[in-house]
């Protein structure tokens, strides 16, 4: 399922008042303020480690520093989570990580969210997966959304220390679907020694570094490896990248997944004869929601619902995955549903949230 798609972003933490005069920090005493900023250190690490976060992206949940149009910086996050924050300096920045805490705690107890299931349609997508790994294959996935791709190639990462994950967005491809002349494969150089270290996310200088020797260097770090590399939402890549692949898979002997909508699968994010070489070398599948059942519903549905509740509520469920946004469509409805209820979530609350929520529209873009 997509969760992503179905919860809404986490909003920024609005910025501390400039006049801490009324905030605790201000005037608690040392020993005080260490024990404060022991606590918040831990819960912010455990909400980095079990949600994933980066450094990064708990910068931005934060929001701007107070009196600055600025967000902190992911060094700053470093600094606080390693423990090494001055004391004399925490008056701004551990409120802040107090309430992004709070407000990400509150909104835990309030909802319960389907972690990742183990679905007929994600059994597929990982026997894809590791039938490439063991034949040393490059895979194509295409799909339509709401399947749960995200999630099983998130997951198949997660449980495999030796792969990656990276997704493709819009800046991977040329400004024209018609004309090469600003395609460039460097995107996609860029991401796999960003995901590899061989760069750093502040390298300025990145258009000097020739092509040539970026992909030797990346070469060189996966020859060997034996790695999967899942490149989601690829119907973003340039032909380009494909090129990329397959020497890829040829020189360092890794397999590479490309995974998008299911234009992806018929013909490549270009109809260029990249592809087709690509195509023809590759292990490959096409999903549709139709091949969603009523046990992958349920197997979501029981993580909210009481059994029996959810046996039920499945059947309803099920001509609703049909509709686009799939899996991603039903956990948004489950998620209204909670809200609805003052603990224990019946059919009847279910009903309402799919007689009251419109269904989502799916943009698929221009690429796919």
Known sequence: MTQAAAVAPLAAVPPAPENTKGDPVATESPESLQQRYVAAMERLRAYKDSNKKSKEAIAAELGPQPGSGSNWSASTIGVFLNGSYSISSLGNI???????????????????????????????????????????????????????????????ALTNPTSMYIRANRTFSPTSSISRANSSALPTLRSLALALNIIGRDERNLQARSQTHLYD????????????????QAHWLPIEALDIFTTLNEDAGVSIIVAGHTGVYDRGPRDYESYVAYHRRALRIRIL????????????????????????????????????????????????????????????HVEQAIKEVPPPVIVTGGAA
């Open 217 to 232: 260097e990346i070469v060189m770090r996966l020859c060997g490896s034996r790695r999967v590399i899942a490149f989601d």
């Open 94 to 156: 551990l409120p802040a990580v107090e309430r992004l805490l709070t407000s990400v705690e509150e909104r835990q107890r309030l909802i319960v969210q389907p972690v990742f299931a183990r679905t007929s349609v994600a059994r597929s997508i990982l026997t894809l997966i590791k039938r490439c790994q063991l034949f040393g294959k490059n895979g194509i996935l295409g799909v339509e959304p709401g399947v749960g791709k995200t999630e099983a190639l998130k997951h198949f």
């Open 289 to 348: 929601t139709s091949a969603i059942t009523e046990a992958d519903v349920r197997l979501i549905a029981e993580q909210v619902l009481e059994v029996e509740v959810a046996r039920k509520a499945s059947r309803r469920l099920h001509e609703e995955a049909r509709k686009p946004g799939g899996l991603g469509w039903v956990v948004s409805l489950l998620q209204v549903a909670q809200t609805y209820s003052d603990g224990t979530v019946t059919l009847d």
